[in-house]
Structures are given as structure tokens and as C-alpha cells.
């Protein structure tokens, strides 16, 4: 079973970021798929969820309206669209599989830097 998240870097306020998560190893489109973040000295924090059946998305109020959630079946792969990001959204984004039926398998992936600074 593999998370493997890709597109992080360093931004300029304002400026957009696409993430990747590519799964493998397991049936990805029975499985819920989320992305969560964690500041330095914070904890980890729920960002975005799109579910298995439906692709129905659901956003942290943080983030609302300027992050983008979608998945791809087809590539077993789920994205984050980030526009007008803020040095507030510095962290490292994980992505997160959570099974829609039991067992309730979940899985984390290895996360990936977003750096927003001028």
C-alpha cells in the first residue's frame, strides 16, 4: 500500500500549488480520500474529503472557497487545487485513505512541503 504525494514547494502569497496523491496497493475507489496539514508546532488538521461514491467534497472553513478537492479513479489519484495562498498554509500536506466500509481500513501518506513566504 502506497501514498505518494507530489507538487509541494515554495510560493509567493496569492500564488497556486496543485498536489498529487497517487495511491496504490489498495482499491482505491472504495475509499474515502482527504488531505490534511501540519504547521510547524501544531497539530495535524483536517484540509479537504472527497467521498468514494459520489465525489462529495467537503473543505475545512480555513480554506473554503480557495481549495479545490478532486479525485480520478481512472488514476487512482486525488488532487489538491491551492489558489491565493497565504504564508498561513505553510505546512506539510498529507494525504489520507480511509475505506467507505468496514473494515475501516485507513492509510497515511509521507506528506509533502508547502512553503508560502515572499
Known amino acids: 500500500v502506497q501514498l505518494l504525494e507530489s507538487g509541494g514547494g515554495l510560493v509567493q502569497p496569492g500564488e497556486s500549488l496543485r498536489l498529487s496523491c497517487a495511491a496504490s496497493?489498495?482499491?482505491?475507489?472504495?475509499?474515502?480520500m482527504s488531505w490534511y496539514r501540519q504547521a510547524p508546532g501544531k497539530e495535524r488538521e483536517w484540509v479537504a474529503r472527497v467521498t468514494s461514491v459520489g465525489g462529495i467534497t467537503s473543505y475545512a472553513d480555513s480554506v473554503k472557497g480557495r481549495f479545490t478537492i478532486s479525485r480520478d479513479n481512472a488514476k487512482n489519484t486525488v488532487y489538491l487545487q491551492m489558489n491565493s495562498l497565504k504564508p498561513e498554509d505553510t505546512a506539510v500536506y498529507y494525504c489520507?485513505?480511509?475505506?467507505?466500509?468496514?473494515?475501516?481500513?485507513?492509510?497515511w501518506g509521507q506528506g509533502t512541503q508547502v512553503t508560502v513566504a515572499s
Open positions: 496497493g489498495f482499491t482505491f475507489s472504495v475509499y474515502h
Open positions: 489520507y485513505a480511509v475505506k467507505a466500509v468496514w473494515p475501516a481500513n485507513d492509510y
